[in-house]
């Protein structure tokens, strides 16, 4: 592992950027930890089924002179963390099969206890379907639906056929920490920590990184992550933030995911949403920074708000996280700081990885901002590791090819009991 400086095991910058006119501040804030909560899934009664009517006024259905089918599913009964999934479909009971382009619009009765991730109103696919996530804010009851937005169904369907709807009671598990509606947990942008946290050993036992090979430097294997992350752990209690589990498929994960699930496990130790997924063209970018070793620049267009980070010489994510989160400040000296931008007590510069990574460019609250992150490992700053923050101007702006909810959230460990 590349030694830039006497006693600091990496080195790292920070850049971030915001569009003229677009919000920073948070909205509401998630209050629970999402990786410490179990959504029960219970249908209620009638939650699912069909609805169909002859003489069906879409166009799509006149063909086949059938009638509007209605179907609505629910993620898997009992889910780890306070992330659901719904989904929903719409076909036409004749052959012309499924309806695309048919606007849903999900809602939460009370809105207290969970949150929509991203649109609340999402257009059916080409196969008919839809899917939402809900992000848990405190624990309790509340009931879900689905419906046909109504306009457009009118227009399509006419009025009778447009009260569809499937519900659900969701319930959050019992024995889960107090909830406190409109707070956070730890610490959060744009307050910063008061000092360094201690420094974990230069290369934990554990760990064994490469010596060449296309990961020179890198241990990608879940104890060597773990080793780092006991530190984490222990700097998150001193917050009073909630401990994090790295997930069982963490080995099998590329750098750039991992990278990622480190940073979305940063935001739910705190209560606040976890990054949704990782977008192709912004891990190119990712990666083109950290090729350069630099941070990655954003797109030209398509956001609101961004950010990146770029570390040298971290030999695991957990470790480049660490440094990132918790050894972000000023060192005592400028030959023991780790941040290539804190230049003294209170530089502006100090911290500004961790409010990157926690959203303060993006919004801390954020529920639809996306991430790209990068690897190379040849060169004197080896491991080169990046990090890619956006809050995008619409809705789909940027495809994603691994998500917080279908590629870790199943692979977290259930809370006891």
């Known amino acids: 592992m590349a030694m830039t400086r006497a006693r600091c095991r990496a080195t790292s910058s920070s850049r971030s950027y915001r569009i003229a006119g677009a919000l920073a501040a948070p909205v509401v804030a998630v209050a ?66 499924p309806v695309a382009g048919l606007p849903l619009t999900i809602s939460a009765v009370p809105a207290g206890h969970f949150k929509v991730q991203g649109p609340a109103t999402v257009a059916t696919s080409a196969t008919g379907s839809a899917a939402f996530h809900l992000v848990g804010a405190a624990p309790g009851a509340t009931t879900v639906a689905v419906t046909v937005a109504s306009a457009a169904c009118a227009a399509s369907f006419g009025a009778s056929d447009c009260n569809l709807s499937f519900k659900t009671t969701v319930q959050a598990a019992a024995g889960l920490p107090p909830a ?27 760990c064994h990184p490469p010596a060449g090979g296309p990961t020179k430097g890198y241990d990608p294997s879940l104890a060597c992550a773990q080793a780092f992350l006991h530190y984490t752990n222990l700097a998150l209690a001193t917050e009073g933030a909630h401990p994090v589990a790295l997930p069982s498929n963490w080995a099998h994960l590329t750098v750039a995911e991992q990278l990622f ?32 070793n630099n941070d990655p620049n954003p797109p030209q267009s398509g956001y609101l708000g961004a950010s990146s980070n770029w570390a040298g010489g971290s030999i695991a994510a957990t470790d480049a996280d660490y440094e990132w989160v918790y050894l972000d400040g000023w060192g005592g000296s400028k030959a023991n700081t780790n941040n290539l931008d804190c230049t003294s007590p209170r530089a502006s510069g100090c911290w500004g990885h961790r409010n990157d990574l926690l959203g303060q460019y993006t919004g801390v609250e954020c529920t639809d901002c996306v991430m790209g992150a990068g690897a190379t490992f040849t060169g004197n700053e080896a491991p080169s590791l990046t990090e890619l923050f956006i809050e995008p101007q619409h809705a789909g702006e940027y495809p994603l090819y691994f998500t917080w909810v279908k590629n870790v959230l199943p692979y977290l460990p259930h809370p006891a009991g």
């Open 180 to 206: 406190h509606p409109g707070r956070t947990f730890g610490i959060v942008p744009p307050r910063d920590p008061a000092r360094n946290s201690a420094n974990p050993p230069y290369q934990p036992a554990a």
């Open 261 to 292: 699930v480190t940073a979305d496990l940063e935001r739910v130790a705190r209560g606040l949403p976890p990054y949704v997924g990782l977008s192709t063209s912004l891990d190119a970018l990712a990666q083109a920074g950290a090729a350069a």
């Open 32 to 97: 629970a930890p999402l990786a410490a909560l179990t959504a029960t899934v219970a249908p209620a009664a009638g939650a699912s089924g069909t609805h169909a009517r002859p003489a069906v006024t879409a166009a799509a259905c006149l063909a086949g002179q059938g009638g509007l089918s209605w179907s609505g599913s629910y993620g898997g009964g009992s889910r780890v963390g306070s992330v659901l999934e719904v989904s929903a479909t719409v076909t036409c009971a004749g052959p012309n099969g």
